[in-house]
Nanobody
């Protein structure tokens, strides 16, 4: 059983930065061979694609990121990161990591599996 677990969430002020981690554990799939993604979900809203990183490190981001976020991975350690800068209150959400099961990047949650439990990010003054 593969398990992804997010960490690093918390309360920050507008304009501050935060780095989230996603760690794979258990009977891990070959971490380096899979494309991984970050999503987020705010109360009352659909789960929203943030960005992904493929097995060779190429990243794709949602338009709202606007250069503020960066995804990276350390495959040997089974870890993926989401560096978030210049946070604003609209970034408040539970952030999730997942494995992409479709061939190409999509924003549809159904194209991903192995969802972690999420980590809460709150941006407030």
């Amino acid at each position: 059983q593969v398990r992804l677990v997010e960490s690093g969430g918390g309360l920050v002020q507008p304009g501050e930065s935060l780095t989230l981690s996603c760690v794979a554990s258990g009977d891990t799939f070959t971490f380096k061979d899979y494309d991984l993604a970050w999503f987020r979900q705010s109360p009352g809203k659909e789960r929203e694609f943030v960005g992904d990183i493929n097995l060779i490190g190429r990243q794709t981001y949602a338009n709202f990121v606007k250069g503020r976020f960066a995804i990276s991975r350390h495959s040997a350690k089974n870890i993926m990161y989401l560096q978030m800068n210049d946070l604003n209150p609209e970034d408040t959400a539970v952030y999730y990591c997942a494995r992409r099961i479709s061939l190409y990047t999509t924003s549809a949650p159904d194209d991903y599996d192995n969802w972690g439990p999420g980590t809460q990010v709150t941006v407030s003054s």
